[in-house]
């Protein structure tokens, strides 16, 4: 299966944990799409750190839009106000981390 | 390189600061030039500070007047009082005959539908005709989208796939913008082309409703706006003093 790796900002105005970001993700992703969309996605955080509020994940590449839909839709976190910018995709970590997060 | 527009960021008027960071936000995304909403008696000096303000962030400012008439004389005496003193006037349409006849009269850039309620909601085939005569463009608030939810944002996924269907059929040029109050609902240009995936907008579709289009709009109406314009095809090049054989 060929993959997609998103590098991601998180903008918030308190600081969100691993846990919480990957199940805001996933509440998203099952809000837009359900369990059947959520099952092709083949979404995993990568490696995020917290006090850059910089992230990478991987998913699917048929998936990339849902996925990319699904960060977008992405307003709140901790039920606080909260949004998730794609900084940059690429088919491979390397390329991502030269690309965007130089 | 493309470049792009968010026509409608509606932050308080009063709040310089919040303002100022929104236009900064909207830069740092991507954007480049940025379309405010601003009361229709807005001083000249408030829209310089304005323009300052965009200026320093390296942003084009267009100003925006949006439209909530009650009725269709409401709307025939606004734009006859406002439509020369801003670049884009958008029309907020609540009732069937408030977006009939903003549809067809061509001082309106945008229609703006802002219930997520199917009956509250009326571009069909017939507003989509007008719209495509008068030169009006159909304007999608991805803001409306990110702050609804459950049912609610079912009936408005559904209703805006119908509506950018009848868009691409009768050639109505769609804009897409963030309608952000506060820079939390802005996103960038790409990340809203990802989700216009979602109304079935094609991401070449959906760019060009985040550049080329409004783009056009804004140039057409800076045309129009300016003193050498007289009728459309005909505006001055030069006047008397400046014709040397004259």
């Known amino acids: 299966m060929r993959k997609r790796y998103l590098a991601l900002r998180v903008a918030s105005e308190q600081p969100v944990s691993e846990r919480d970001l990957t199940s805001a993700f996933w509440n998203t992703l099952l809000q837009l799409f359900g369990e059947y969309g959520a099952s092709q996605v083949g979404f995993g955080l990568i490696d995020y750190n917290p006090q850059k509020g910089q992230a990478i994940v991987r998913c699917s590449h048929k998936a990339l839009e849902m996925v990319r839909a699904s960060i977008t839709s992405i307003t709140e976190i901790n039920e606080k106000p909260a949004a998730i910018h794609v900084t940059g995709v690429s088919g491979t970590l390397r390329a991502l981390r030269k690309k965007a997060l130089s | 390189m493309r470049k792009f527009v968010d026509l409608h960021l509606r932050p308080s008027i009063e709040n310089l600061d919040e303002m100022e960071n929104m236009v900064r936000k909207s830069s740092e995304l991507g954007y480049h030039v940025v379309g405010i909403s601003l009361p229709p008696d807005i001083k000249r000096d408030e829209i310089s500070q304005l323009q300052k303000i965009c200026r320093d962030s390296k942003m084009d400012l267009v100003t925006r007047l949006d439209f909530v008439p009650k009725t269709r004389r409401e709307l025939l005496d606004n734009l006859r009082r406002f439509r020369r003193r801003f670049e884009v006037i958008s029309v907020?349409?609540?009732?069937?005959?408030?977006?009939?006849?903003?549809?067809?009269?061509?001082?309106?850039?945008?229609?703006?539908?802002?219930?997520?309620?199917?009956?509250?909601?009326?571009?069909?085939?017939?507003?989509?005709?007008?719209?495509?005569?008068?030169?009006?463009?159909?304007?999608?608030?991805?803001?409306?989208?990110?702050?609804?939810?459950?049912?609610?944002?079912?009936?408005?996924?559904?209703?805006?796939?119908?509506?950018?269907?009848?868009?691409?059929?009768l050639r109505v040029p769609?804009?897409?913008?963030?309608?952000?109050?506060?820079?939390?609902?802005?996103?960038?240009?790409?990340?809203?082309?990802?989700?216009?995936?979602?109304?079935?907008?094609?991401?070449?579709?959906?760019?060009?409703?985040?550049?080329?289009?409004?783009?056009?709009?804004?140039e057409r109406n800076r045309g129009k706006l300016s003193p050498d314009y007289v009728v459309e095809g005909v505006r001055i090049i030069r006047r008397k003093n400046d014709c040397p054989d004259v």
């Open chain 2, 92 to 169: 907020m349409c609540t009732s069937k005959t408030i977006a009939r006849q903003a549809a067809k009269d061509r001082r309106v850039d945008l229609l703006s539908f802002p219930s997520t309620d199917p009956r509250g909601r009326f571009f069909d085939d017939a507003e989509a005709e007008l719209a495509s005569k008068a030169l009006s463009s159909l304007e999608i608030d991805m803001a409306l989208l990110l702050s609804s939810e459950g049912f609610s944002r079912i009936r408005l996924l559904s209703c805006l796939r119908k509506e950018v269907a009848i868009a691409k059929r």
């Open chain 2, 174 to 218: 769609v804009v897409i913008s963030s309608g952000a109050t506060h820079k939390h609902l802005m996103r960038g240009p790409h990340d809203y082309a990802s989700l216009a995936f979602l109304f079935n907008m094609t991401p070449p579709l959906a760019l060009r409703a985040l550049s080329e289009d409004p783009l056009a709009m804004v």
